[in-house]
């Protein structure tokens, strides 16, 4: 199963009706399939990962072709995420209040930070990006909005898991973690001694954890508690100086300010 299939309830546990919804839960697992494996996979392929009889997941793929939520190739055989997955992501982000109270004050910490910022809310043990606003230099990090990545690689992660306690993340996270990089932590009770610097500074850094070569700095937003959402500064290393640490740290505390002013109404 994919990652956040494995936590939905079982279609056992259903109310009556339980065909039905058990049709439904399959269909959500195959859309979290594909929008977490890119590209495009055999009947094959999803059906090892999903365990589904081929002949009725043969069935759910074809009628979520015809509805636009799956694509195939050309030959017809291979599938993958359609666009009307994107209607939908589109109009979570255009209907949600909290990205939209923040675009002002992502838009002045890009023209404060000439950097590439990030607005992230907490899905799980991940992040989801919501909103970007990429930096103006030719060296920079890239991130779609949409894109999911562990939470204790990355800064808004890490300030947003600060705002748990320590035995909310033991209860989140395993013992042992998945590196992305050389740098990221793989051991929870060194990434929780971490995250107490966090709560006593304020912000986090992501040190190379998830992309090498790219330093992040990231603060949560407070108008939740625990926190859901978070914003963070991607700098790359070959650019970063003492004196230019401290100005991204400086613009990103007042961000914060602002969008604590700005999304105390949520």
């Not at 439904?24 to 929008?35: C, G, K, Q, S």
């Not at 990221?184 to 304020?202: F, K, N, P, S």
């Amino acid at each position: 199963m994919t990652e956040g299939v494995k936590d939905m309830p079982s279609p056992k546990d259903a109310a009556p009706g339980g065909a039905q919804v058990k049709s439904a839960v399959r269909t959500v697992e195959l859309l979290e399939y594909f929008a977490g494996n890119t590209g495009m996979h055999s009947l094959a392929e999803v059906q090892e990962q999903t365990g589904y009889p081929k002949s009725s997941l043969y069935m759910l793929l074809r009628t979520l072709v015809e509805l636009g939520w799956v694509e195939t190739d050309a030959t017809g055989t291979r599938y993958g995420i359609g666009v009307r997955a994107l209607l939908v992501g589109s109009s979570y982000i255009d209907g949600d209040e909290a990205v939209a109270a923040a675009r002002p004050t992502l838009d002045r910490l890009a023209d404060d930070t000439g950097e590439t910022i990030h607005l992230a809310r907490l899905d799980g043990t991940n992040v989801v990006y919501l909103a970007t606003r990429q930096s103006q230099h030719s060296l920079r990090p890239f991130t779609r909005i949409g894109r999911r990545l562990p939470a204790y690689c990355t800064s808004h992660g890490k300030a947003l898991l600060a705002t748990r306690t320590d035995e909310q993340i033991r209860r989140l996270l395993p013992e042992k973690l998945e590196p992305l990089t050389e740098h990221t932590h793989t051991d929870r009770e060194e990434l929780i001694e971490e995250l107490q610097r966090v709560r006593e500074l304020g912000y986090a850094v992501d040190r190379e954890e998830n992309t090498l070569g790219v330093r992040c700095f990231g603060v949560a937003i407070p108008y939740r508690h625990p926190a859901r959402d978070a914003v963070s500064v991607s700098v790359p290393v070959a650019r970063l100086t003492p004196g230019r640490e401290q100005t991204i740290r400086d613009a990103l505390m007042d961000a914060r300010d602002r969008l604590t002013l700005a999304t105390r109404h949520l």
